[in-house]
């Protein structure tokens, strides 16, 4: 089985500071990575996700995420943070292809709440 | 493409009574799944389906049933509320296993008393 830590439920940052959400997983088989972003009152959308290759994957708005297989995490940064990021942020895992047996869908961590501040 | 609808937005049950969450995707994707959302637990599965006709539990499946007899629907049935049941429900789908982007719905927010 596979689980997901993400270290703060809450993370207030200054409008245009840099943000960093932290992903910690473990799993004793290989594992897909995702962060997932719920604005208020929606459903959850795809930010970025890793399967493989560079270990640095990135959105299109200007986040991006690397894949640290020693330290199992996967945390997400930002330079610069814009009021319209405010949103609940997840870490998602799920294990990989040909990983054995095990319900097949994503673990999700509990979520950070990203606050920009003006 | 309507992608993934939920009907209702908002449910409030009696202790014991049952009913059906709807989900719908138009997107002709072969996965579906069930999450509940509680505050400080992050989405849980509940039941997936990886095609019609073919449905398997998640990490939190008791007191849900599931059916998939079409690719389109997956429908998520309470058989006797509890409180404990109170949350707000997500249907996702998506063209393979999860590796795929999942489509979420908009949620169902469902109180039991």
């Known amino acids: 089985a596979q689980s997901v830590t993400q270290l703060d439920s809450q993370v207030p940052v200054f409008e245009e500071a840099p943000v960093e959400l932290r992903c910690n997983y473990s799993?004793?088989?290989?594992?897909?990575l995702f962060w997932y972003v719920q604005y208020p009152n929606q459903g959850l959308q795809l930010l970025l996700k890793y399967l493989s290759g560079s270990t640095l994957v990135e959105s299109i708005n200007g986040f991006e995420a690397e894949f640290n297989k020693s330290q199992t995490s996967f945390h997400l940064r930002k330079p610069s943070v814009h009021i319209s990021d405010t949103a609940e942020y997840f870490c998602?895992?799920?294990?990989?292809?040909?990983?054995?047996?095990?319900?097949?869908?994503?673990?999700f961590g509990k979520g950070t709440h990203l606050i920009i501040q003006p | 493409n309507a992608g993934v609808t939920q009907t209702p937005k908002f449910q409030v049950l009696k202790t014991g009574q049952s009913m059906t969450l709807q989900c719908a995707q138009d997107?002709?994707?072969?996965?579906m799944s069930w999450y509940r959302q509680d505050p400080g637990m992050g989405l849980r599965l509940i039941h997936y389906s990886v095609g019609a006709g073919i449905t398997d539990q998640g990490e939190v499946p008791n007191g849900y049933n599931v059916s998939r007899s079409t690719t389109e629907d997956f429908p998520l049935r309470l058989l006797s509320a509890a409180p404990s049941q109170t949350s707000v429900y997500f249907c996702a789908s998506s063209y393979g296993r999860g590796v795929d982007e999942q489509y979420f719905g908009p949620g169902t927010r469902l109180t039991v008393t």
């Open positions: 799993s004793s088989v290989s594992v897909y």
């Open positions: 997107m002709n994707h072969e996965y």
């Open positions: 998602a895992v799920i294990r990989g292809a040909y990983s054995g047996g095990g319900a097949d869908g994503l673990t």
